[in-house]
């Protein structure tokens, strides 16, 4: 089955600072990409995804690339503030049908210094 | 908001007891997902339900069940309880369109603490 794996498990940056997590996946035949955010207390919140057809999307600070052929993933953020300090998850799923299923990473908690 | 509810936000109970998760999806979506998340496994999926069908599974103990009820809300049973299923367990829900173009969108979870 699929398995992904999410680096760093921490980061801390200072605010103004980009941050980067990475990701990889082990089954070829994963075709979407989402991104959680997880604030204490709630539940993940979506915040960017990216389909296999795509390389790079980008949502104001945040952007998405996708290597296929080396399986990874990074997630991209651009002049940090303090509300971005959170948990981040990074997922993968074969997406297609009704089975959309996903195996998440273990998570990387950014920690943006004011 | 993600439109997902869920009830109750916390729950107390002993070894071996029986709870009953219960999780309103978001009006429209068919599909309801059920995650634990502990802090040395991160988000598991346990099941998938679309409309009423369970869809797929994951690494759901034989202890623990769910079903989606015509109106689509959906429960999650956990029996015999052990110390070790003590986590947070969040309910998903999205479309489930058959094209697979519809993102997941999580409750704000029911933290289960067992004693």
């Known amino acids: 089955g699929e398995n992904v794996e999410q680096h760093p498990s921490t980061l801390s940056v200072q605010e103004g600072d980009s941050a980067v997590i990475k990701c990889t996946y082990s089954d070829s035949a994963s075709n979407y990409f989402p991104w959680y955010k997880q604030e204490l207390g709630k539940g993940p919140q979506l915040i960017i995804d990216i389909r296999s057809n795509v390389g790079e999307k980008k949502d104001q600070r945040i952007a998405v690339t996708l290597n296929k052929t080396a399986k990874h993933f990074s997630l991209h953020i651009t002049e940090t503030q303090p509300e971005d300090s959170a948990v981040y998850f990074c997922?993968?799923?074969?997406?297609?049908?009704?089975?959309?299923?996903?195996?998440f990473g273990k998570g990387t908690k950014l920690s943006v210094k004011p | 908001d993600s439109g997902v509810t869920q009830t109750p936000k916390h729950l107390i109970t002993a070894t071996g007891q029986r709870v009953t998760l219960r999780c309103s999806p978001r009006s429209g979506d068919l599909s309801v997902y059920w995650y634990q998340q502990s802090l040395d496994q991160g988000l598991q999926f346990l099941i998938q339900y679309y409309n009423g069908e369970e869809r797929a599974k994951g690494n759901i103990l034989e202890r623990f069940s769910a079903q989606q009820f015509p109106d689509l809300h959906s429960e999650l049973n956990l029996s015999s309880l052990e110390l070790g299923d003590s986590a947070l367990y969040f309910c998903?829900?999205?479309?489930?369109?058959?094209?697979?173009?519809?993102?997941?969108?999580f409750g704000n979870g029911t933290r289960l603490t067992v004693t």
């Open positions: 997922a993968a799923s074969v997406y297609g049908g009704s089975q959309g299923n996903l195996i």
């Open positions: 998903a829900s999205s479309v489930g369109d058959p094209t697979g173009n519809s993102p997941l969108h």
